[in-house]
Structures are given as structure tokens and as C-alpha cells.
């Protein structure tokens, strides 16, 4: 339920509606809990979810390793920051259902693919 021109999704991934979100109940993921001092190494697109179980910080660091990762990280922060938050001031609500059924219909058709 990734929305279009943005990184978020309205799923909550401790209570999860399934009524609502019926594709969810297929997703996998790993849980790890991180200690002081740990690492996580998250692939690059792989989507991810944390929770603080105590107060803490965390550190992201990206690594660029070739001007085509740089060139789509530049599109993805224009994409991103520029046009969806254009595109949330012009449109409002209209743009704001459009990616939540755009969203919907592509949790269908990954079901459909999966024989669900």
C-alpha cells in the first residue's frame, strides 16, 4: 500500500486493518531487536518500519556508490518533496485520494499476480 510520489503508506504495521488493507496479511518481514552500539544494513528499496521500544536515536546513512544512484536519489527527493507536496497544495483531497485508490489498485493487482 506504498502511496505514488511518496515513501509512506497509511498500513499500520502493529495493528494492521485488514478489511481495509487486505493485501498486507501477505506481506514478510523480519523483526530484530538492536542493541547499543548494533547495525542494521537495510538493502536500498527495501521497505522498512521502526519502533523505539525505549528512548533512543538512530543514525541513516546512505551511500552513493555511482552517479546513477546519485542522479535517482536527486529524482526521488524531487519527486518526493517537490511535486507530491506541489501536487498536496494545488489538488488537496483529490490528490490525496488519487494516491490512496492508486495504492489500493496496486495491492490488488501484486494479489492478482500472486493468485490470491
Known sequence: ?????TNHSHVDVLNPDLEKFPAFKYAKGFKAVIEHGETLFI???????VYYSKGGFSLALRAND???TKIQGASNLLRHFAFDSGMNYLAGKHWK?????KAKQNAHRAMMKMGV
Not at 538493502?43 to 518500519?49: M, T
Request: charged fraction near 30%.
Open 1 to 5: 500500500y506504498k502511496l505514488p510520489y
Open 43 to 49: 538493502p536500498k528499496l527495501w521497505w522498512h518500519y
Open 66 to 68: 555511482s552517479l546513477k
Open 97 to 101: 485520494d488519487y494516491k490512496d485508490n
